[in-house]
């Protein structure tokens, strides 16, 4: 991140505040750092010092809650996408396969969406849609038909009925993979985890120093996806825009490349196995320059 004594500084993603801890040591007494975390379990682990400020809001929301505690421009945003190590060990939660709990999976708990809206309610077509997009699943149509069947007869409840709905489809060698694949989309879908990272990475480059630097930690193809692109092109989808001269206009540079976790960083923590961080860095507003 490239971190100035005193600079100001934004975890979005503070969960047990361990990105959190890491940045207040490296800043000095007139640093600043926000963090934000929409699950209100993560305010028990906010951190008593005068420098940190913890929002209880979802990220896509940087923008507002920043202007509204006075700060207009950062020196570094960190994002660790994806659920935290403590909502995948609360079992009543729904995130995990390991065990058996209510349809739930919302990170913001205060959402009057679940995983039992989700499941229970949602039509065939686009069960399967989320199914498909977010968990690329090849059986996503099939699937979602037997579920369907499956809830007229009763509500589907629980993450183990919800296992046993699909049992057919969930193979010995390759259940577990194909589980955490179902429980991704449906969580996605919970939480509207692709709308808030779109809505998230376009307010950066208004907030961004010139200099500052964005370290985005993805854990799943969806999300990298969208954050190597923005990193790109400053845009998801098509070519970067170019002014009247033909310059390319992008607000960041790529620095570096992609890192993944090492074998050792494995070992010690296999959580971190899927985890790409890329970092990028606010430019000017022309960065380059037509061929």
Do not use: C, W
């Not at 490239?2 to 600079?7: A, L, P, T, V, Y």
């Not at 600043?32 to 975390?37: E, G, S, V, Y």
């Not at 945003?77 to 919302?106: E, K, N, W, Y």
């Not at 489809?169 to 996605?188: D, G, N, S, T, W």
Request: cysteine-free.
């Amino acid at each position: 991140m490239n971190i100035k004594e005193n600079g100001v500084y934004v975890d979005v993603t503070f969960g047990g505040g361990g990105h959190s801890e890491e940045i207040l040591r490296r800043i000095g007494k007139d640093g600043k750092l926000i963090a934000f975390d929409q699950d209100k379990e993560a305010l028990a682990n906010a951190i008593d010092d005068p420098r940190f400020r913890l929002v209880n809001e979802n990220f896509r929301f940087l923008k507002r809650f920043l202007k509204f505690y006075g700060i207009l421009k950062v020196d570094g945003i960190l994002a660790d996408f994806g659920v935290s190590s403590h909502q995948f060990d609360t079992a009543q939660r729904g995130f995990s396969t390991r065990f058996d709990a209510g349809l739930d999976m919302r990170m913001n708990q205060r959402s009057d969406v679940s995983a039992y809206e989700v499941v229970n309610e949602y039509g065939e077509e686009e069960l399967a849609k989320v199914l498909a997009s977010y968990g690329e699943l090849r059986n996503a149509r099939a699937m979602a038909k037997t579920i369907v069947v499956a809830r007229k007869q009763a509500p589907i409840k629980t993450t183990l009925q919800l296992k046993e709905v699909l049992g057919r489809f969930l193979p010995k060698m390759r259940e577990h993979k194909l589980l955490a694949q179902v429980y991704q989309a449906i969580r996605i879908e919970v939480n509207q985890e692709m709308e808030a990272l779109k809505d998230f990475l376009l307010q950066t480059p208004d907030l961004m120093e010139e200099g500052g630097r964005l370290s985005l930690i993805s854990y799943h193809s969806l999300e990298d996806r969208l954050v190597k692109r923005f990193i790109r092109s400053g845009k998801f989808e098509g070519e970067p825009e170019k002014d009247f001269y033909g310059n390319v206009m992008v607000p960041f540079k790529k620095v570096g490349k992609l890192i993944v976790p090492s074998a050792e960083e494995i070992a010690m923590n296999n959580r971190a196995r899927s985890a790409k961080l890329r970092i990028a860095e606010r430019v000017g507003p022309v960065s380059g320059r037509a061929n």
